[in-house]
């Protein structure tokens, strides 16, 4: 079954980039069935979809954070990365990966988080 | 962006209990509208897409409900490893959005 794993620092100075990346096992990067997601989750703000990418090439953003994020798709090494600049205290959080999951219902395209990755926590401090 | 509200924010119930969380979204969704569940220390999973979908492998005292802006969870006999953080998530439009989420406590 696919598997997804987040990697990269822990700690990030403020105004400094967060640079992370997810490595998909299990199942193929490649296929066009999936969107590749990052989602981040704090204490102030619950969870934050932050925008995602598809192997053709489309990626999409949250507008909250469309001027300072790159989200990025590597298929040789099956990943996926997340670069977000300028951070700041609020940009502490933990940062999931994810597989956006896409199905056809009556006619409808419906799609949906899974699996996540385990999550990894980033700290903006001096 | 679609905001999406859930109900209770926190509630409290026993083993055997029937449990209802509800989410509202701030315009329609048809049934764009997909749950999870969360455990302390791990990431979300899903429960129920497309509003009313079972994902495979849950358990189906789980049942989702609603159209257009009104979203129900069910949990009809609530078990000991149900207590958890639940979700909301509305997948219509882009910006996709969470609700705030409902603590399921043990009574």
């Known amino acids: 079954q696919v598997q997804l794993q987040e990697s990269g620092p822990g700690l990030v100075e403020p105004s400094q980039t967060l640079s992370l990346t997810c490595t998909v096992s299990?199942?193929?990067?490649?296929?066009?069935?999936?969107?590749w997601s990052w989602i981040r989750q704090s204490a102030g703000k619950g969870l934050e979809w932050i925008g995602r990418?598809?192997?053709?090439?489309?990626?999409n953003y949250s507008p909250s954070f469309e001027s300072r994020v790159t989200i990025s798709v590597d298929t040789s090494k099956s990943q996926f990365s997340l670069k977000l600049n300028s951070v700041t205290a609020a940009d502490t959080a933990t940062y999931y990966c994810?597989?956006?999951?896409?199905?056809?219902?009556?006619?409808?395209?419906?799609?949906?988080?899974?699996?996540w990755g385990q999550g990894t926590r980033v700290t903006v401090s001096s | 962006d679609i905001q999406m509200t859930q109900s209770p924010s926190s509630v409290s119930a026993s083993v055997g209990d029937r449990v209802t969380i509800t989410c509202r979204a701030s315009?329609?969704?048809?049934?764009?509208l997909n749950w999870y569940q969360q455990k302390p220390g791990n990431a979300p999973k899903v429960l129920i897409y497309?509003?009313?979908s079972l994902e495979s492998g849950v358990p189906s005292r789980f049942s989702g409900s609603g159209s257009g802006t009104d979203f129900t969870l069910t949990i009809s006999r609530l078990q000991p490893e149900d207590f958890a953080i639940y979700y909301c998530?509305?997948?219509?439009?882009?910006?996709?959005?969470f609700g705030g989420g409902t603590k399921v406590e043990i009574k």
């Open positions: 994810a597989r956006d999951r896409f199905t056809m219902l009556r006619g409808l395209i419906h799609n949906w988080f899974d699996p």
């Open positions: 299990g199942d193929s990067i490649n296929s066009n069935a999936y969107w």
């Open positions: 990418v598809h192997i053709a090439g489309t990626i």
């Open positions: 315009q329609t969704i048809s049934n764009y």
């Open positions: 497309a509003a009313s």
């Open positions: 998530q509305q997948s219509y439009t882009a910006p996709l959005t």
